[in-house]
């Protein structure tokens, strides 16, 4: 059970940025009205807002890379709690940013998630 709840939460997180690193619109499949976002200490939510903010971001450009994944299961059935640790390379800027993001999934269908709740900082020194 431990060992395909790691391998889920790095499966999600690889598609999370890959996705947000080629086509953020298209984020908007993992969200539901009820869902929400607090990025960088601003709480959002529903799809459209969620949406909107990080299609909005001030950077077309940028590549994730995973430093950590580490996973737990939550009292929802079938949930996963998901938190990641890695550095944000944006176009022309150097160095890298460092993140921290965490991801609470719950289970729509076997093997089909959705983003409960998510919380993105920049861990700036």
């Known amino acids: 059970m431990e060992e395909e709840i790691d391998l889920v939460g790095k499966a999600f997180a690889d598609h999370y940025n890959h996705v ?12 539901k009205p009820s869902s929400m976002l607090t990025f960088e200490g601003h709480k959002i939510q529903g799809v459209e807002d969620i949406t909107a903010k990080l299609t909005s971001l001030p950077f077309d450009k940028c590549r994730h890379v995973i430093s950590t994944v ?8 079938g949930g996963i709690v ?7 390379q944006l176009a022309g800027e150097e160095p890298p940013l460092r993140y921290s993001q965490m991801f609470h999934l719950v289970s729509i ?11 993105f900082r920049l861990n700036i020194e």
Do not use: C, K
């Not at 998901?82 to 944000?88: D, E, Q, T």
């Not at 269908?109 to 919380?119: H, R, S, T």
């Open 20 to 31: 947000f690193d080629n086509d953020r619109p298209a984020l908007s499949a993992l969200y």
């Open 70 to 77: 580490d996973s737990q299961p939550s009292t929802f059935t």
């Open 82 to 88: 998901v938190f990641v640790s890695g550095s944000l």
């Open 109 to 119: 269908l076997e093997g089909n998630f959705f983003v409960q709740n998510e919380i």
